[in-house]
């Protein structure tokens, strides 16, 4: 008997929660979460209870994927995916959640920098050798000490 080849989404037949988790490139975990937080909508089930996800699941998948793979939090990718699937959408909402999005991230990105610039400062002032000294120790402490 010859092998059938397995179904995919995009052949249009629905799959099980592996195969989405393999095309989607979601853990099947993660699936299940996106399910119990709405963002997929009604999945199909088979009468023995298995999971059925059809192309449009998978494609919204991939959508949330690209959209945690940017950073965006889970209740603004619930924002997207309702914007997404809306062709009434006003371009103007989704563009105000990316800006928002651009604004958040800077601000992390400046902090982490400081933070960076601060470790890298404390580095240079140890000496890390013998010595029991140690100022990255006495900053993290809040006992260091200021140069006069």
Not at 82 to 108: F, P
């Amino acid at each position: 008997m010859p092998l059938q080849p397995k179904p995919t989404a995009v052949s249009g037949e629905p799959v099980n929660i592996g195969e989405a988790a393999r095309q989607s490139g979601v853990s099947a975990k993660m699936l299940r979460h996106y399910e119990s937080l709405g963002l997929l909508g009604k999945v199909n089930r088979t009468d023995s209870g298995y999971r059925l996800y059809s192309p449009a699941d998978v494609h919204t998948l991939r959508f949330i994927k690209r959209c945690r793979d940017l950073g965006f939090s889970m209740a603004e990718i619930a924002e997207l995916v309702g914007l997404w699937q809306n062709r009434r959408r006003a371009s103007s909402s989704v563009k105000i959640i990316a800006q928002k999005h651009m604004a958040e991230l800077t601000q992390r990105i400046e902090a982490m920098q400081s933070m960076q610039r601060t470790l890298s400062g404390l580095v240079d002032c140890c000496h890390g050798d013998e010595r029991p000294d140690c100022p990255i120790l006495d900053d993290l402490a809040g006992t260091a000490q200021t140069a006069t």
